[in-house]
């Protein structure tokens, strides 16, 4: 009987654990568009120019894995297309998401990115991406998400002011669970 006590304590332990879920998978999509200084704007006299206009747009899709409602991990992939500089980037990297504080359904979290950026001209050599975000997700009907959020890219693209690209963003979109 005593030796049949730690092996009962050893299947209740593992039976315990295996009913709590570590995560769930999620798959993710936005849309971003970037906005920029017009640098032909004048204050007087004013020619009808605006001071702000967008630069880029920049669609993402990827797939990741949250753990415990509080961090996820996720691969993207996207298509930036700058406006101001002409030019078009394929960014793939990887995503870190921490969930600040959640009310509800909703979360308030901060983005990590690091990754790779693809180019499909000759022109410009591939670079590195980078990325930070703040943003809002909230819950909707049944696994929808809504996510609103603004971020910060970087884009290692040689030939450019200081061998990169820095935007800020506005964006919407979606995540799946």
Do not use: C
């Not at 990827?62 to 078009?88: M, P």
Request: charged share 20%; hydrophobic share 40%.
């Amino acid at each position: 009987m005593r030796k049949l006590l730690p092996l009962f304590l050893l299947f209740s332990a593992t039976y315990m654990v295996s009913q709590n879920k570590l995560g769930r998978p999620f798959f993710t999509g936005e849309v971003n568009f970037s906005l920029a200084v017009n640098e032909y704007y004048t204050i007087e006299p004013n020619d009808g120019e605006p001071l702000i206009v967008p630069s880029g747009l920049f669609l993402r899709v990827g797939f990741g894995y949250e753990f415990q409602r509080k961090v996820a991990l996720s691969i993207n992939a996207g298509f930036d297309d700058h406006w101001r500089y002409d030019t078009n980037a394929f960014p793939t990297y990887a995503g870190l998401k921490y969930n600040i504080f959640e009310r509800d359904d909703d979360t308030f979290f901060t983005e990590f990115r690091y990754g790779k950026m693809w180019r499909p001209s000759s022109f410009y050599p591939d670079g590195n991406y980078y990325g930070f975000g703040l943003g809002i997700q909230a819950g909707g009907e049944g696994r929808w998400n809504t996510i609103f959020r603004i971020d910060f890219h970087r884009k290692g693209i040689v030939g450019f002011e200081n061998d990169r690209i820095d935007s800020i963003s506005l964006g919407l979109g979606f995540s799946f669970f």
